[in-house]
């Protein structure tokens, strides 16, 4: 077993690359308390489960691996693995507790579009074993019923929001979750409620994950940022998160700080009062000229083009234009003795939970 090391503030000198991947497992107890927050009195027996694949690769990339061949070059297929039995351990949460049937999409982004960084430095080795696994899992999945691979060219927040957007212009309400530590996604509970990102946590006191959704997503987000909370944050609808995020800072996107949180909340409430924009979701074109004319003159970026780099809604009419954007769902063929067999011959050491796959 190869080892990575520790993130700075762990007590252990390196973390398990099985740790990694594993720790985008909620346990139980707190899946429980999770979802009566996110969906207190909904009565639907469907739901669908977005699966942040990218996110996943993503933290097993930034980390300098080590070992002669890099990583898990002995157990090559535990990618596969943890991701199906995420979705096991997921389904048979909400089958067994709630009755509830589960869809999953596992969202794959090969070298993202829409997103104005790299979020990683590629490896051969490692590009390796994920093609490995993407193999593996292009086999699987037709064959293990309500489990479908998204591979996209985009990012993953905005294939996520495109899908879910999709969904609801077609009038199909399912309740979503999905699964990342990306807090771009949450700009998606934002616009659409029955919608909530769980994000998954690990520290020394346990399992602290937490969820946004409509109703917190503001509060979450100046939370996590450490941004100066204020009695103004009250006037904050969420239509309005993209644009106060763009108007303070966001380091993943290379957008330095702007206004301070204080001043974006004062700017952004003073032109609801005014009446210049929206008290919700405005796009960026419908306040170009608002923006520019608040913009500080000696950056070099203004506003309204930081607005379209950082709005989600907006790249996701734009991707929605692509013909990599609609998404169909093929005929799947539940074949459990086949992926036993499979299971049985190639992940002996990671073996597949077949059990909560095909009977939960």
């Known amino acids: 077993m190869y080892f990575v090391p520790a993130k700075r503030g762990f007590n252990s000198e390196y973390i398990p690359v099985q740790a990694i991947l594993y720790s985008y497992y909620i346990k139980y107890d707190n899946l429980r308390e999770l979802t009566s927050e996110a ?29 002669p061949d890099g990583l898990f070059e002995s157990s090559s297929n535990i990618l596969t693995s943890a991701l199906l039995n995420l979705a096991a351990h997921l389904r048979s949460f909400y089958w067994s507790g709630y ?40 086999v699987l999945c037709p064959y293990i019923p309500g489990i479908y691979l998204m591979e996209r060219t985009w990012d993953s927040s905005i294939v996520t929001m495109t899908d879910i ?16 530590k990306n807090d771009m996604m949450w700009q998606i509970p934002c616009q659409y409620e029955n919608v ?53 800072s966001y380091s993943e996107l290379d957008l330095p700080i702007y206004f301070s949180s204080s001043r974006a909340v004062s700017l952004i409430t003073g032109m609801v009062r005014d009446n210049r924009i929206l008290n919700g979701y405005n796009s960026p074109d419908a306040i170009e000229g608002i923006l520019k004319e608040v913009s ?40 459990v003795a086949g992926v ?20 939960a």
């Open 39 to 67: 969906f207190s009195g909904s009565d639907s027996d469907n739901l669908i489960v977005y699966i942040d694949c990218y996110d996943i690769i993503k933290s097993i990339y930034n980390r300098s691996l080590l070992g």
């Open 99 to 138: 009755h509830v049937r589960t869809e999953f999409y596992l969202v794959f982004s090969e070298q993202p579009q829409g997103v104005t960084i790299n979020h990683y430095c590629h490896n051969e080795h490692l590009d390796r074993i994920i093609d490995i696994n993407l193999k593996m899992l292009r």
């Open 165 to 180: 957007k999709q969904h609801r212009d077609a009038g199909i309400d399912t309740p979503a979750i999905i699964i990342s």
């Open 196 to 248: 909530a990102v769980f994000r998954p946590r690990k520290t020394s006191a346990g399992d602290t994950s937490f969820c946004v959704h409509q109703r917190n997503v503001v509060s979450v987000y100046r939370t996590q940022r450490r941004h100066m909370k204020t009695t103004l944050e009250a006037f904050l609808v969420p239509g309005l998160l993209p644009l106060y995020m763009a108007m303070t």
């Open 296 to 335: 500080l003159k000696k950056d070099k970026m203004n506003l309204y083009e930081r607005y379209k780099i950082m709005d989600l809604f907006y790249k996701a009419n734009f991707y929605q234009t692509k013909p990599e954007s609609t998404f169909i769902l093929k005929t799947q063929l539940s074949d």
């Open 340 to 359: 036993e067999s499979i299971n049985n011959e190639h992940f002996t050491s990671n073996p597949i939970d077949i059990i909560h796959l095909f009977y």
